[in-house]
Structures are given as structure tokens and as C-alpha cells.
């Protein structure tokens, strides 16, 4: 007769991981079940490869959609892991069982298989949701305890000796409180299980051994097995799809209740140094190890404060009761002498060592698609660390090789593949430079395998997804951001795929402000593409042509707009004038300088627009002061309302603060309107106003109101006259200055 032992576990539990090992040396099973899908035999040969390090995840995804996919993680301390290993190294024979991917990733309309990577922890998170009851606090309070995790902690995970005989205690206890628990969305679940342990028992093993998450335990003891058409009858006319299997490196930090996995633990760091250290060096190597990073801060950690530490934290568990020392004890003792009751440094304690900082690695024989083999080329070619720990890395374009990383990582953004996110490079006004926080999370994984749909290596995915957003765009800002992309990422394929699309829709434009949109983005691809070495010839045309459109159209545009259609419409003039003035050609900006002067004489314009076009043409030499401030004085007349004289004035006044700081009659005219406004029109200036002033650094505001104190008291002149100015002193710092531009100086 077949010999079938539940072994009830807890995902990631060390306790249960090594109460595991001594089972099945004490049982010596035929056979080693493990929870998982069936999928993921096939990965069963790379666990023995010494190149497989956990923490590591079986990958399950469809193929045809590999946004749906679930992960099944390992560490070292995972029960199924060691179950693994331990049938590995014996030549036991091993294959997970549990419903199989290619149904649960079917079922749900966006792949999230419910019941997937399902433990305890995740079971009260779902049952607490749900109101409903949870075994693990029913049997925590049973024990007289208040917090369910601290008495699985003491009950299983600290324990240090095991046999088959509490395996089968822990299932008759579970038994009792799962009795009247609703668990319809596992009965698939456990259909199948039991289908697997039917199959193994018909195949004539003599031991079995199945290493399950205890809450499925009882359900799978043979005794209470349910006739077997019911069993079939839940597992028939279940919806398919065609799904594929890998491993993928898992880190620390994903284990963690933190990062949102359902199935994962509060303390994976320690768990495994609970799990990899003898007994007796646990709690000091703890503490040496908790030194360690807190001299890497510069902050003090003698030896006599880990001995004390050792000591209290061995007192705290004895006053407290517990069967040994746990991580509660361990941060109280770290606070009360390690960090003298300071909070700030337990954090980096509680992310580098409670929590961890491992990545997994994957030997390169993993199945893999096409694009991640490409991919872990170049990240080994080009020498990018692939870490679970965020890293800023400066690169300087002007080299060949950091080119190069720069170029990957634009192209893995195109694919959606966010493995960096460029930050401020520092101190720097050239073009040369990049920094980028580079940061590898697990669900990477899945981006590179759905974003293989587009091609077989990093260029030909990014090029082809660029051709393909291109044809669908109708927007033509969305086309500029595409070229951009593509003179970042060094795609000319893509580059010509967008600008043919982009000719093709300009062609057929009619939008003014969407014309004006594409501007900037088109100017910059031009005006810097000779940094990448990119031949930008075509992207010129296109820049022309919707330049001198934009001209024809932008007076017409600006009519009779509301406050938000202005609002939008002062943006995109802002912008297309930063990007006319990047590529500085005769044939851009003269019919856009055209068009501005039509519209700043405009005056039934809308206030912000008008406003701001004047203030362009004032700052571009193409505007006379004086015709400047007649045009703020008709604009702020008492005949104008006061919310359109407002606008006008923003408008005007966005920028720099010199304008008023050295144009007395500007701010004169200002002050003016100000002081003869009605009272119920100040109140409604007032907010609009301060706005606009807002913008300016408190110093500005200061020099400002200064200057109208001297304004209204008449001891301000309103220009300098060369007499004031004391040539002899003067005159080393103009014969520098003229040394500085190669310029002859008079003796």
C-alpha cells in the first residue's frame, strides 16, 4: 500500500524548509510532489545548475500574451526549494503538481491566476479582505496569542527538530479550524492535486512525499480523498491557453510583504541567515552583521555594544517567553544599544539585512526568447551590472562605449522595458552627458519576454514597435516624441518609418496647435543629432515645412479663445519658439517671426497669448521698448476688463525679472493701474496678480519693491548717465574681457 505524507509548509518559512529536509531523510519518499504548476518540470534539470542562485522565480506566461504571466519564487530558505534540491541530490524523482498554467492563465481576463503563488500570509490577507475567517489566527488564538505571524514564528519557524509525526499534527490542527471555512476558489486546486497523488499511487510508488502550503494539507490526504468524478468533473471543459516556462532572477526585496507580492514574507533577510546559520551563532552574527553596516554609515558600532546587544536581546526573548530569540527582540536590542533609541539607522538595517539586497542569478543555458539572450549580451558586452539595488550611472556621450549604454537604455524605454530612468546629470549645460538610475526588478522579466513580440533583438523590437506606434499616431506631438526616441535611441530605420509618417500627416494638418506642438521635439532632433552621428536631412524638411505652416495658421488660431484654449495655445507658441531658436535658420525664423508681430499688434487677441507674443518679440530685439510699454499701458486702460489685463500681464511678465528691475516706465505703468483700479476690481486683481509675481525669487520681489519705494518717493532716475560710471576703475576689467575675445588691447 502507497504511503502518501503531507508535508504542510509555509512558503518562504525557514523552519518549514528545514523541518522538510529531516522528513523526507526520515521518510525516503519514491517520489517528491511540490506545489506549481505542471509547467514548470521542464525547468526540474537547471536547479541542480550550480549557476542557478536563489532568489529565483519559475516564470509561467502565455505565450501569445505575455502581459499574463505568474511568478513562483524560491530562496534558499523555501520548503520547496530545499524539497527540490534534496530530490535532486538524491535521484528521487520530483514534479510539481498543482492546476496547470496553461487553464489558470486562460481563466482571468487580465492573466492574474487566483490562487497562484498562495501561502498562509497570502490567505489571511485575502480572507481580513474578505471578512472571513483565517485558520492561522484561529490557531494563534487557541495558543494565547494576539499576533498570528508571532505564533506561526514560534510554532514552526524557530523550531529546530522535526519529524513526520508534527507534519501530521499541524494537518489535523489545520483540519479543525478548515473545516467551516468557504475555500470554492481552491477546490480546483486541490482536485487536481489529488489527481497527481491518484496517478503516483496507481503507478505503484510505495512513498510518497507531497510539500504543499499547510491550508491545502488536510485536503490532500488520501483518507478523505472525495470520489473521483467529482474530482474530474471540476477539472472539465477548463478554458486553455498555450503558455511557456523559464526561470528569471528574483531579488530580496520582491520576497517582501513590502513590494506588494501576496505570497511573500516581512523578513526575508533574516529568515535566510536563520535559516543558513548554526544555532548558537545566530543572534551574535546577527549583531555583527548589523555593526557592520552601520560603521559602512560612519556611525559607531563597538564590540562591547554587539556583545550587549547579544545579552539583551537573549534577556528580552527569556522575559517574553518565547522558545528563542526572534527579530522583534533583535531590532529592540539594536535600538536600545546599537542606535541609542534612534529610528533613522534601524531603516538602513531593516533594508540591507531584514529585508535584503540579493539578486538571483540564472545560468545562460535558460530557455529564454530570443530578445532577453540579445539582451543579456549586451549587458554583459557592455558591462551594465544588472542589481536589484538602485545605482546612478554617469555616462559621457563623447565615448564610444557609454554611447553605447545610452543607446541601450533608450532603446529598452522605447520597449517599455524600464530598467533606468534618467535623472539630473549634475553641473552640466552641454549635451555630452547622462545620468540614468538603473534599478532591475523581477517584472522586467516579462517586459522583455512581451516586448520579444516586436522583434528578436533590442534594435530590431525597439525599431519595429517605433514603425508600428508611428502608423497608428495621429497626433502629430505623439510623432514628434517618436523621433525624438528614435535620434535617442539610435533607430534610423524607426527615425524614417516616423518622419514618413509624420510628412504624411502634416500633409493633411489643419490644426494649428498641433503643428506647434511638434516643433520643439523635431528642432531638438535636428539642432543635436550630430551628437549620435544621425543624419537628420529629412527631419529638417519636415521641420520647415510645419514651421511656415504654423506661421500661416497662427493668427487665425489665436482668435477667439477661451482662458484654457489660451492657456494650452501660449504653451505651444513658448514651446515652438524654444525649438526655433535651437536650430537658428533664416528660413524658420523669419516667417515665425512674421507671424509674432501679427499677432502682438492684435489687440483683440486673448491676454495670455498677446501678452506673452509681445513680451517674445520685446526679448528678441523685434519689439522697441517704448512701443512695448505703450502696448502695456492700452492693455492695463481702465477700458479693459480687469481679468483680460490681468492675463495680459502674465503674459508679459513671465521670464526674468530684469525687465522690471531696469524698466522703470513698465513698472510705473503697473503701479499705476494698481493704484487706480476700483476697489472691487483690485479684489479681483489681487489673486491673479500676486500669482504672476509669485513666480519671481523672493531677492526679485525685493529689488522690485525697492525700486517702486524710489519710484514714489522720486529719488529714482530712470537711467544711468555715463557720468557715473568711473572709467579708470573700469579698465582692468575691460582689458580682461577683451582679452577673452582676442581682441587687441590699447596700451
Partial sequence: MTRVEVLGVRHHGPGSARSVEQALDELRPDVVLIEGPPELDALIPLAADPDLVPPVAGLVYAVDEPRKAAFYPFAVFSPEWVALQWALAHEVDVRFADLPATHFLAGTPDGTPEGSDDDESERR??????????????????????????????????????????????????????????VDDDDRREAFMRKVIRSEIKAGRERVAFVCGAYHAPALDPAAFPPVGRDNALLSKLPKV?????????????????????????SPGWYQHLFVTPDDEVVPSWFVRVARALRGENLDASTAS????????????????????????LTDAARAVLTE???LPLRLIDRTLVIGEELGRVPESTPMVPLASDLAKLQKSLRLKVSATSAVVQLDLRRESQLARS???????????????????????????????????????????????????????????VAEEAGQASDLGVLGG????????DLPDGLRAVVAALADRTARQHDTQALLETVEPLARTCRYGDVRG?????????LQTVVVRASIGLRAACASLDDDSADRMRKAVEAAHRGIALVDRDDLRDPWHEALLAVGRDEVIHGAVSGRVNRLLLDGGLLEHAEAAARLSRRLSPGTPAPAAASWLDGFLTGEALLLVHGDDLLQIIDEWLVDASEESFEDLLPLVRRTFSRYQPAERRLIGGHLRDLASGTRTSSVSSTDVDLDRAAPAIAAVARLLGLEVAS
Avoid: N
Fill in 125 to 182: 490577507h485575502r480572507r481580513r479582505r474578505g471578512s472571513r475567517p483565517d485558520p492561522i489566527t484561529a490557531l494563534a488564538t487557541a495558543a494565547g496569542y494576539d499576533d498570528p505571524e508571532r505564533w506561526w514564528e514560534d510554532a514552526i519557524e524557530h523550531r529546530r527538530t522535526s519529524s513526520l509525526a508534527h507534519f501530521a499534527h499541524l494537518r489535523e490542527a489545520m483540519q479543525g479550524v478548515r473545516g467551516d471555512l468557504d
Fill in 242 to 266: 498555450k503558455v511557456a516556462a523559464t526561470w528569471a532572477p528574483w531579488s530580496s526585496g520582491r520576497l517582501a510583504y513590502a513590494s506588494g507580492y501576496g505570497a511573500g514574507v516581512r
Fill in 306 to 329: 554587539v556583545v550587549e546587544a547579544t545579552r539583551l536581546a537573549g534577556a528580552l526573548a527569556a522575559v517574553r517567553g518565547r522558545p528563542s530569540v526572534g527579530l522583534s527582540e
Fill in 341 to 343: 533609541g534612534a529610528d
Fill in 407 to 465: 543607446v541601450l537604455l533608450h532603446r529598452l524605454a522605447v520597449l517599455d522595458v524600464h530598467w533606468g530612468a534618467q535623472v539630473d546629470a549634475g553641473r552640466s549645460t552641454g549635451t555630452f552627458k547622462e545620468a540614468w538610475e538603473l534599478e532591475w526588478t523581477p517584472e522586467l522579466a516579462v517586459a522583455v519576454i512581451e516586448a520579444s513580440l516586436h522583434g528578436t533583438t533590442v534594435r530590431s523590437a525597439a525599431e519595429s514597435k
Fill in 482 to 489: 517618436l523621433i525624438e526616441q528614435c535620434l535617442l535611441a
Fill in 534 to 542: 544621425v543624419d537628420v536631412a529629412d527631419v529638417t524638411h519636415v
